[in-house]
Structure formats: structure tokens, C-alpha cells
């Protein structure tokens, strides 16, 4: 028996060869932690004010050849479908879990988004320097902000601006070996701390601020 809330098995899960292996592996070892986390981490988003939050767990379910190289679950203020809007995401990689606030291209209102976080720069430059950006949601690498500056942040945000297939992420990043460590309580505490420091981001970008 472990006490930690995820395992090693939960990331090597996306090495299995095969889409119905890996998919009988992510239905049975991940999606259950996935509900438990949409539960408890939509209380603390509804709880913010701006709306009630509802969690979406990602089910693959157009996938018929290629497994899935992630999964997650998405925080949103709507019942169905959260793609269009922005929203937060707890969720794994085979290397890392990330929990993030995602603006991706099936958003029609990137434009605007990116001016008010262009306009409120500093609320991205005062995270702390553990957390990441990223203009793609498809790849699992991200670039520390402490890393990227001022004009690493202007670059992604002036694509988001311009670029139609462009997105942005901003979140926290953690390794599966310091992932696996932790118990229920301290990664529930980890999620807790990430999302309450990215509210305000989410404040800008929904225009709330």
C-alpha cells in the first residue's frame, strides 16, 4: 500500500503501446483521481465568486488509433464544454503533472484576452519562480517565467494576439518523481496554493480584475 496520492504507474500509463491498453489503464488508474480532484477543486474555484465551476473529465473518446500522451481534468463555468473558454486544468504527463490556466485556440476571444494580460503584464511577472508559460497545449515542455522576462511573455501574448491557431498557458509544472511523494493532503495543498496564485491571472484574462 502507498499513501501518496499518485504513482509512478499513474505517468508510465502513457508508454503503454496500443490505444484500448492505454486507455483501460487511464480509465482505471487516473480518471478516478481526475473526479475526485474535479469535485473538490471545483468547490474552490466556485467559491472564488466569479461563477460555478464544473469539472470535465477528459474521456479521448474521438481517439480510434493514436492513445492519448496526456490527460486531465478542466475546471470551466459551464456545464458542457469548456474548450471555448478559458479555464484551468489539473492533469499528467509520462514526466510531470501540470496545473494550469488554459487560453487554446478554440477560444474566439484570444485577441481581447491578450490585451488585457499585455495590459497587466506585472500579474504574470510577480508569479512565483516555479511557474511556466506556454503557447501550445500539445507539448509537454514550457518555459519557466522567471526564464522567459518581460519579452518572453510579450512574444507569446503578441502571438496569442495574431496567430490563430496560438494559445497560452500559464501554471506549475511537477515532476512525477516529486509528484509521486506526496500524500493526498500535501498534493491537495499543492493544488490549492497553485490555483489561489493563479486567480488573479484568471481575474485579468476574464476581464474580472
Known amino acids: 500500500m502507498t499513501n501518496s496520492f499518485w504513482t509512478a504507474d499513474d505517468f508510465n500509463l502513457f508508454t ?8 483501460d489503464a487511464l480509465q482505471t488508474l487516473v480518471q478516478p483521481k481526475f473526479e475526485i480532484l474535479g469535485r473538490h477543486f471545483s468547490d474552490q474555484l466556485s467559491a472564488h465568486g466569479s461563477d460555478e465551476f464544473f469539472p470535465h473529465v477528459a474521456r479521448h473518446a474521438r481517439r480510434t488509433v493514436n492513445p492519448p500522451t496526456d490527460s486531465w481534468v478542466a475546471f470551466a463555468p459551464l456545464k458542457r464544454g469548456y474548450k471555448a473558454i478559458p ?16 487560453v487554446i485556440y478554440e477560444n474566439p476571444d484570444k485577441k481581447v484576452i491578450a490585451e488585457r494580460l499585455q495590459k497587466n503584464s506585472k500579474q ?15 507539448k509537454p ?28 498557458l500559464v501554471g506549475r509544472h511537477l515532476l512525477k518523481e516529486e509528484a509521486i511523494k506526496m500524500s493526498p493532503e500535501e498534493f491537495i495543498k499543492f493544488g490549492e496554493e497553485t490555483i489561489d496564485q493563479l486567480l488573479p ?9
Not at 479555464?87 to 488554459?102: N, R
Not at 517565467?145 to 494559445?167: D, H, P, Y
Open 16 to 23: 503503454i503501446e496500443g490505444l484500448e491498453k492505454r486507455m
Open 87 to 102: 479555464h484551468f486544468q489539473i492533469g499528467l504527463w509520462k514526466t510531470h503533472l501540470f496545473i494550469i490556466i488554459a
Open 124 to 138: 504574470l511577472t510577480s508569479l512565483p519562480d516555479a511557474y511556466v508559460i506556454s503557447g501550445d497545449h500539445m
Open 141 to 168: 515542455a514550457a518555459t519557466k517565467i522567471n526564464e522567459a522576462g518581460s519579452e518572453g511573455i510579450e512574444k507569446v501574448l503578441t502571438r496569442l494576439k495574431t496567430v490563430k491557431k496560438a494559445e497560452f
Open 201 to 209: 491571472i484568471y481575474d485579468v484574462i476574464i476581464g474580472r480584475n
